[in-house]
């Protein structure tokens, strides 16, 4: 663990693996924190250095006042990877993460190797979804946050994960009672406003869509469309919910692991 200076504040960051392996981004979902991922390390850290850090408003990292923008995530990324002494990097972005993914493709593409962004899409919800729950947070503040986490179980995950892996679902929906309620609000407003479906043409790094069958918050198709509108984009879809990386598991991995490791998709 350890932190980087942004102008406003700390953001909180971990690295396992090797150090001189090429550098693996993870990016968390709205409401989570990097330990979201915490599934996923073992197999990525074989092959990569992984990089893994709290968005803005979520974990130990800053808290500062909203709205946020994507951009403004994009550019914290960014940052940090620029005090870190990174170049270059594979990112994977889940759900916000996912949005943060899309605006590094399109606007720092760069810095980017390969792109993976999973249960998103290029415009998430709209005005009507997003308003009333930040007006909800801002207004009943940690009680609201303990709501929002009673009822993620059913969007993050499918019932019958939720029945058979409680102690897993618990450590996950722990993270967004445990969200600061003017972050996660100042977050909300960040998928609120971030539309990229005029602009998804421009991404020229290798990238790798994932959905899941069940999720009712990004469906599938908002992965189809993402995909169909990147030149050469690669699709995967897995049995789950919201949060795939946590209910696929392995296979989650696997594929992910697949696409970065393979040379032909350079």
């Not at 850290?45 to 500062?64: A, I, M, N, P, Y």
């Not at 207004?139 to 058979?164: Q, Y």
């Not at 790798?208 to 509108?229: C, K």
Request: with cysteine; proline share 5%.
């Amino acid at each position: 663990m350890g932190f980087v200076k942004l102008a406003e504040g700390d953001l909180n960051y971990r690295l396992d693996g090797p150090q001189e392996a090429p550098v693996l981004v993870l990016s968390n979902s709205l409401g989570t924190d990097l330990h979201m991922w915490d599934a996923q390390v073992p197999a990525f850290s074989e092959h990569f250095r992984v990089l893994r850090f709290d968005t803005r408003g979520h974990g130990q990292s800053l808290v500062t006042e909203g709205p946020y923008s994507i951009e403004q995530l994009g550019r914290d990324v960014l940052a940090m990877l620029d005090q870190l002494g990174i170049d270059k990097v594979h990112f994977c972005g889940l759900s916000m993460g996912g949005l943060i993914g899309q605006w590094l493709g399109i606007n720092a593409g760069e810095r980017l190797h390969k792109l993976v962004v999973c249960n998103t899409a290029a415009k998430i919800g709209d005005p009507s979804v997003w308003n009333p729950r930040i007006e909800t947070v801002l207004r009943d503040g940690k009680a609201a946050m303990v709501a929002l986490r009673d009822a993620s179980i059913a969007r993050w995950f499918t019932p019958d994960f939720a029945e058979a892996q409680p102690a897993t679902v618990k450590q996950i929906t722990d993270m967004l009672a445990a969200t600061s309620p003017q972050g996660y609000a100042a977050n909300c407003a960040a998928v609120r406003d971030a539309d990229f479906r005029e602009q998804l043409s421009s991404i020229q790094v290798p990238l790798l869509v994932i959905a899941g069958t069940e999720d009712a918050v990004t469906p599938p198709s908002g992965g189809h469309f993402i995909q169909e509108r990147v030149s050469g984009a690669e699709y995967a879809e897995f049995y789950a919910a919201h949060l795939s990386n946590v209910q696929a598991g392995a296979a989650f991995s696997a594929r992910v692991l697949d696409f970065l490791l393979d040379s032909g998709r350079a």
